[in-house]
């Protein structure tokens, strides 16, 4: 009988932690895994159940409910407002590709809104090893959108470029302790682990981990980003600059995947995604039916939902996000290698200005780096750092910055990062910091930041457990932009976290990480968003995840 959680306590210092993990049951420990993904989907259900929505636009994700439905002939238009920067899986963590390749990628295993996980590519498992191997029985008779079989070597490839320095991931966080993955026989992979890792399924549900064809990434090397080649519903035709990105449906996708209402094929025969840049003509576009979808990052303006909604031949949900808009500062340059100017700038900025004016009330005030969404969030962070342009003044005298400072802030190229940063310049001038502003393609700010060249960027993230805090400030983390002085605490306490299966420990945890980054603004948090999603009445089918990302295998015209 397992051991109940409420008195079952775990050491959560690493190597006790990990010792304790490893001498239970295998049944025992996937029960542990089991749970953790329960409590990370207490987000999905209090983002699902929270959806304001008309129709079936915010349909939370079903499993095998309904039974396999023919195919239809109908072609999806999509506009967003950003372009994709790469569809290699392993070489982004950006949502704009994430949005993509959910579409043309199968995941291991899936987790549905109550976090229960289900069979995907993966049709079994069992842990064995003292919980440091996890081996999976695979989905026969799939193949990739190239004609190679998905098999075991396939996935042990895919794993293996993904842990390969020259991959230089930016998400193989999600990975884990993982130190190898075997492949036993065709349909028989082991994932071995150096210590039994309680988050595991969270990461392998995402895109990023998903297996891709060892055919297509060994003979295409980089143009693999350009042509991505998984088992998904949906394939990619053409990604092209004019036109945007095509997707043709997979008519060899006829299997059960239990994320789905629709259990067989997809019902749309493709969909294209272009990308509007301008709000004005992208809601135009689909004000006048030459567009049925707007979605992904950005792409209904929050200051536009209003007149959106009023429409009747349109629908638009709102949906709260797990997510964070905020500035990053790096802390190996000058002005920002000093506290003081850190936290100067968090004093300086009136969040509710940004709220109201920006967002026209669709967010929050942010004051982690952790979205309050989670359960984990630390609410005590919301009085470190109240609007207080007079202690900002203080602050800077005292460190010898009583002139103030200047400084640029690297910025994606979109309507809102450039709305956001003209609050943030009024504001920052009239405590004598002087802020400009670079703009730049998503891809090149994200690369110029990983460089540690930028002084500081505006960045905001969306991710479905507190997790995101190891890439976002770990050593080695792919989206860390802080370059601080190490900080043996910080680590113990991102490493401890991912190794705590009892919830009020890991809380603990993660409560004292967030005391670490508030305390010494590693980040200026400036605001929680929510989602926004517009499409015509016709559109049908329509579900949205934790991500706010829009699912075609149910979608139908």
Known sequence: MRTPLATRRIDVTTETAANELAGLPGKQFEELTRDYARQHAV??????GGALSLGALAMAPGFMKSARAQAGTGTLRVA???????????????????????????????????????????????FSNENKTVTFKLRPDVKFHDGTPFNAEAVAKTVARHQAPETASPNAFLLGPLEKVEAIDDLTVAYHYTSPFVPLWVGLGYSYCAPMSPTAFESMGDKIGRQPIGTGPFKLEAWEPDTGIRLVRNDEHDWATPWYENAGKAHLEAATYVVIPEDSTRIAALQGGEVDLLAGDNAVPFDRAR????????????????????????QSKPPFDKLEARQAVNLAVDKEKIIALV??????????????????????TESKYPFDPAKAKELLASAGL????????????APIFKRVAEVVQADLAAVGIKMSVQILPVGDALALA???????????????????????????????????PENADLQG?????RLSFDAAERKDLVFGIQDILVDQAFWAPLYEPGYLIASRQEVTGISIDTLGFVHLQDLNL
Request: with cysteine.
């Open 43 to 48: 987000t999905r259900r209090s983002l699902l």
């Open 307 to 330: 007149e959106i909604e009023s429409d009747p031949s349109l629908r638009i949900s709102r949906q709260q996000a797990p997510s964070v808009f905020g500035i990053i500062f790096n």
């Open 359 to 380: 967002l026209d009330g669709n967010g929050k005030p942010a004051a982690s780096p952790l979205t309050s969404v989670f359960p984990q969030y630390n609410p005590a």
């Open 80 to 126: 967003r407002s950003l372009e994709s920067t790469t569809l290699d899986p392993q070489k982004t963590f950006n949502l704009v590709d994430h949005e993509i390749l959910w579409q043309v990628m199968d995941t291991l295993i899936y987790l549905d809104e109550k976090g229960e996980v289900y069979p995907g590519l993966a049709l079994s498992w069992e």
């Open 450 to 484: 990983g460089k540690g060249e930028s002084t500081a960027v505006a960045l905001y993230y969306t991710f479905g457990d507190p997790d995101i805090l190891v890439a976002l400030f770990g050593k080695g983390g792919g989206l860390n932009f802080c370059f601080a």
């Open 402 to 413: 009583g002139d103030g400072f200047e400084f640029e802030l690297i910025i994606f190229d």
């Open 493 to 497: 306490k991102l490493d401890g976290q």
